[in-house]
C-alpha cells in the first residue's frame, strides 16, 4: 500500500520506462495520477518523443485517480502497443482516455471498467488540436 504517492511516472522519469510492457497499480490511496504528462501547465518538450511499449495496465482500488493520463495536444507520446486495460474500483476517475492518447490505441483489443466513477471513455478534442478523428 502507498499512502503518499501522487503520480506514478512524472514527466522526467518517463523515458526510464519506455520499455515497460505491463503495469499494475492497486490499493493506493493516494494516487491522483498515472503518467503525468504536465507540470503546472509546461507540456513536455516537443523534440522528446515517447513510443511506449506498454501492452497492458490494471488500475485497481486506487479511491483518488482521477486521471491516467493527463491532456496532452502534442502527438509525440504514443502508446501504441497498449492492447488491455482494467480499471476497478477508481471512484474519482472520471475520463478514461484523453483524445490525444486515444486516437492512437490501435492496438487495444480489451477494455474494462467496473465499479468507476467514468462518465467518458475518450475526453472531447483536447484543446489546441484540430484533429476531430480517432
Known sequence: E????????????????????KLIVTDCTSLEEVFQLQVQGLDIDE???????LR??????LPKLKHVWTKHRKG???F???QV????????LKTMFPFSIAKGLQQLEGLTINRCGVE???????????????
Open 2 to 21: 502507498c499512502n503518499v504517492l501522487l503520480n506514478i511516472f512524472p514527466p522526467f522519469l518517463l523515458g526510464a520506462f519506455q520499455r515497460l510492457e
Open 56 to 61: 497492458e495496465m490494471n488500475l485497481v482500488r
Open 76 to 78: 509525440n507520446i504514443s
Open 80 to 82: 501504441e502497443n497498449l
Open 47 to 53: 523534440t522528446y518523443v515517447l513510443n511506449s511499449q
Open 120 to 134: 467518458e471513455i475518450v475526453s472531447k478534442n483536447d484543446e489546441g488540436s484540430n484533429n476531430h478523428e480517432i
Open 85 to 92: 486495460v482494467c480499471i476497478q474500483e477508481c471512484w474519482s
